[in-house]
Structure formats: C-alpha cells, structure tokens
T-cell receptor, first 111, second 116 residues
C-alpha cells in the first residue's frame, strides 16, 4: 500500500475558480503534514504545513483529519501562477526527517 | 535568501561509470538529505545525514550509493557504477531541525542524471 495517495488529476480550471485536492496517508503514526508545490522540472517548494486545527495562508486552506487519515488543500480565486503540481507530503514521527511524497496532482489554471 | 545549490545541473554518463553529485546545503543547517525523482514519478527518499553519519537510508540506497560531507560546506552523493535505471532528477535538501519537528526542508534545484 502506498504511503501517500493523491487525486491523480489533472485539474484544469479557469482563473478565479476554487479547486480542492485530497490526499490520504496510510500510516496512522504520521506526525507532520505538508503541501509542496512543484513546477515543471523544478524542485519541490514548501507551500504550507498542515496543522490539526486546519490553517489558512491567503487563498490557500489546508485541513487535516487524523481519524480518516485525510489531508486536503483548497485554493480559492485561482491565478494563472497557481499552475503547478501539488505534492502531499507526510513525515512519520519514528523516522529521522524522512519525507514521504505523494505522486502529486497537476493543476492548470487557464485565462 | 539562502538556498541549497547543486552541481552540475545536468550530468550524462555511461552505464557503469561513477558519478558524484554535489550539493552545498544552507550554511546553518544540520540535517541533509538526498531524494530522487524518476521522470513522471514521485519524489523518493534516498538518505538522511546528520552529525557526519547516515541517519536513515531507504531500500533504494544500496551499496552502489554513498554520501560524504568532505568539508564544512559540501555534501556529495556518489553512485559507484551507474545503471540505466539510475536516470532521474536528484534533489539535495537541508533543514535546520528534523523535518518532522516542523522544520522546513529546503530543496536544491536538482541534478538531472542521464545514464546512457
């Protein structure tokens, strides 16, 4: 079973749309959760950490449901510059900093 | 803004040759990592390094791989005898604390390794 699974996408949305990505993780011992963004052939960059109470950063809202082992990312008022692959990333507390990546969900925002 | 730098950006090598990928982590970071991403696939952990020794390695990191921090700034990944399936983008990352402790891992821009 994969450690982290994501919606395969791709998502193609117009500017201004709201889009949501989902992710599930298999290990209930997982402790830290992140959304990274990866542009084509570039390095992953941290978009935001995900906290148990849910958190928001501008147009981005992340939610965590530990009981369901489910993470989500909501993007409101999509911009052209949001076009990228969004990676769900998990760290298990028992491992020394190792990050487990989902395969990513590709988003294209069109004008 | 401090950043992780990797060289070269692209390396082409013949099967069976040794390659060394180089990384300069952010200067005050203590934890160092190598990840790889085969084209079209997910980012996969290879190894973590702390206090001049390997902290953890994945099943991918077999005897053909080694890491070294030869001086106070560089962090290298060596592949002794490259195989076609080693072709991938290799990312170096560093963090001030363990990433599980909420510390962000910063990634370098990657080295694209092509084995022919």
């Amino acid at each position: 079973r994969k450690e982290v699974e994501q919606d395969p996408g791709p998502f193609n949305v117009p500017e201004g749309a709201t889009v949501a990505f989902n992710c599930t993780y298999s290990n209930s011992a997982s402790q830290s959760f992140f959304w990274y963004r990866q542009d084509c052939r570039k390095e992953p960059k941290l978009l935001m950490s995900v906290y148990s109470s849910g958190n928001e950063d501008g147009r981005f809202t992340a939610q965590l449901n530990r009981a369901s082992q489910y993470i989500s990312l909501l993007i409101r008022d999509s911009k052209l510059s949001d076009s990228a692959t969004y990676l769900c990333v998990v760290n298990k507390g028992s491992t020394l900093g190792r990050l487990y990546f989902g395969r990513g969900t590709q988003l294209t925002v069109w004008p | 803004e401090p950043e992780v730098t990797q060289t070269p950006s692209h390396q082409v090598t013949q099967m069976g040759q040794e390659v060394i990928l180089r990384c300069v982590p952010i200067s005050n970071h203590l934890y160092f990592y190598w990840y790889r991403q085969i084209l079209g696939q997910k980012v996969e952990f290879l190894v973590s390094f702390y206090n001049n020794e390997i902290s953890e390695k994945s099943e991918i990191f077999d005897d053909q791989f080694s890491v070294e921090r030869p001086d106070g700034s560089n962090f290298t990944l060596k592949i002794r005898s490259t195989k076609l399936e080693d072709s991938a983008m290799y990312f170096c990352a560093s963090s001030a604390e363990l990433t599980g402790a909420g510390s962000e891992a910063f990634f370098g821009q990657g080295t694209r390794l092509t084995v022919v």
